[in-house]
């Protein structure tokens, strides 16, 4: 008996994935389809798959075509499928050509024309494309287009930026054109916004009253009513509102919520996190800092992330101690916010102009989880217990710091009509709620 195995992701099942695996089947007697994993689609980049895993395998289940279905979940798996299976030929269509030669070794390598005119990317931009104005500054700017190119379904209209001196400079960067807000407005479908964040209420609210879907760095504002309104908006029309927090798309960071959540280390007492970054001078002047970012800004949305994901809204009170610029109270160097719930408390250190390590600890009565630092852009997180032989290492290779994951997550969220599950309307409400107690003065100094 001739074995055969072949593999895909079958997103969307085509006629030219039914001929590849029909031809496959012919090669053969017994044909093996291996279907790829979410994770190890992402991993080696396909990050706009439309279906399941369950829904593909149940493409290619329904094709009749296959004997056995498997899945592939990690690289250099084919040649251990190979061995176990005790496979005859391995094939795959030709824009594969030459790739997999390295079987050769282990089985035959058979290259299937592949066919023409037909393709699952080609398929999910007919039913959606979006077009995506960019706003704000220039070095996230020039990040999220760069990113932007590793999705499929959108392209950069334009972009309106806060500081024209720096017009030059974006035109040779990105080769798309600038414009005023209410052109790009009227040429987009969706608006991607990183101005400073006194200004985000505004051309948020701006952009929803125009019924166009909005990205906004976080935070989306400066305090919860604002936050509520601008949701409200954006229901009242029919069009998504996100916060962008690029952590809440990160592999590792979304693991080990679940990890924690699933009881891993027994009941959760207590997160520490901390986030600093170097960036801002205190010498600055007035009118650089009304620029930059204060600690809470900057940083306040990241650290409420994972507090929010796991203790919930519902705390019993809050301390915040901040040190903040001498003639300015608005302008926070280092904050630490303690929030007590009712079994436990968050601990979280924030800093523009204060640097320490910055590591994430949350510890259960079973054990605790170590992310190094940085944390928030982590691929490695470890589960440590008393007796270090049950300890448990986790790796997840993150691409493009979770930005390229937001977009798509934003553009996913657009063809639903369903916001992302990671970042909801009430992790941003949670968020805006604690910076708005900031702002109203809520706070004690050092
Ligand atoms: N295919 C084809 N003609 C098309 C589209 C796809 O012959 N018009 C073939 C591909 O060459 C591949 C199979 O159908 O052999 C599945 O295609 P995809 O779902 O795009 O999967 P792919 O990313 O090619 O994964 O480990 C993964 C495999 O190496 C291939």
Redesign the pocket.
């Known amino acids: 008996m001739i074995k055969v195995i072949?593999?895909?992701?079958?997103?969307m099942l085509h006629y030219?994935?039914r001929?590849?695996l029909e031809r496959a089947k012919a090669l053969g007697d017994y044909l093996i389809v291996g279907v790829?994993a979410e994770d190890f689609d992402r991993s080696r980049g396909?990050i706009n798959v439309r279906q399941t895993l369950m829904d593909r395998i149940e493409g290619v289940r329904a094709t009749g075509i296959a004997d056995e279905i498997i899945v592939?979940e990690y690289e250099g798996q084919k040649i251990d499928d190979i061995l176990r299976y005790d496979i005859d030929i391995f094939t795959?269509?030709s824009?594969?050509e030459g790739k997999f030669d390295y079987l050769n070794e282990y089985c035959k390598v058979v290259y299937?024309e592949?066919?023409e005119g037909?393709?699952?990317t080609e398929i999910r931009s007919e039913d959606s494309y979006t077009r995506l104005g960019v706003v704000g500054d220039i070095p996230h700017l020039l990040k999220f287009v760069r990113e932007s190119k590793y999705v499929n379904g959108v392209e950069i209209t334009g972009a309106f930026l806060s500081d024209s001196d720096k017009e030059v400079e974006i035109i040779e960067h990105l080769e798309i054109p600038t414009m005023d807000y209410d052109s790009l407005l009227e040429q987009s479908d969706a608006i991607y916004i990183t101005s400073h964040p006194s200004k985000h209420y505004e051309q948020v609210k701006y952009a929803l009253n125009k019924r166009k879907n909005v990205l906004c760095e976080a935070p989306i504002s400066l305090n919860k009513k604002e936050c509520e309104e601008l949701f409200e908006i954006a229901k009242e029309n029919g069009v998504i509102l996100m916060e962008a927090l690029k952590t809440a798309f990160s592999t590792a960071y979304s693991r080990l919520i679940l990890l924690a959540k699933s009881g891993k280390i027994g009941n959760i007492v207590s997160i520490d996190a901390t986030c600093t970054s170097l960036s801002y001078s205190p010498v600055s002047s007035a009118e650089e800092r009304a620029k930059a970012w204060n600690s809470m800004c900057a940083w306040g949305p990241t650290a409420f992330l994972p507090v929010f994901g796991l203790f919930g809204s519902n705390y019993k009170s809050m301390d915040m101690v901040c040190k903040t610029e001498k003639d300015d109270d608005s302008f926070d160097l280092f904050t630490r916010i303690n929030l007590r719930y009712e079994n436990a408390v968050a601990s979280l250190r924030i800093g523009k102009g204060v640097k320490s390590e910055s590591e994430m600890i949350i510890s259960g009565e079973k054990g605790y989880i170590y992310v190094p630092s940085p944390w928030w852009k982590t691929d490695y997180f470890e589960l440590r217990y008393e007796n270090p032989q049950n300890n448990r290492r986790y790796f997840y290779q993150l691409d493009g710091e979770g930005i390229r994951f937001e977009i798509a997550s934003f553009l996913k969220a657009i063809r639903t009509g369903k916001p992302a599950a990671f970042l909801s309307r009430e992790a941003s409400v949670f968020s805006s709620s604690i910076i708005g107690q900031f702002y109203s003065g809520d706070f004690s100094k050092i």
């Open positions: 072949t593999y895909g992701t079958f997103d030219g994935h001929r590849l790829t396909k592939e795959v269509g824009d594969w299937l592949r066919t037909v393709s699952s």
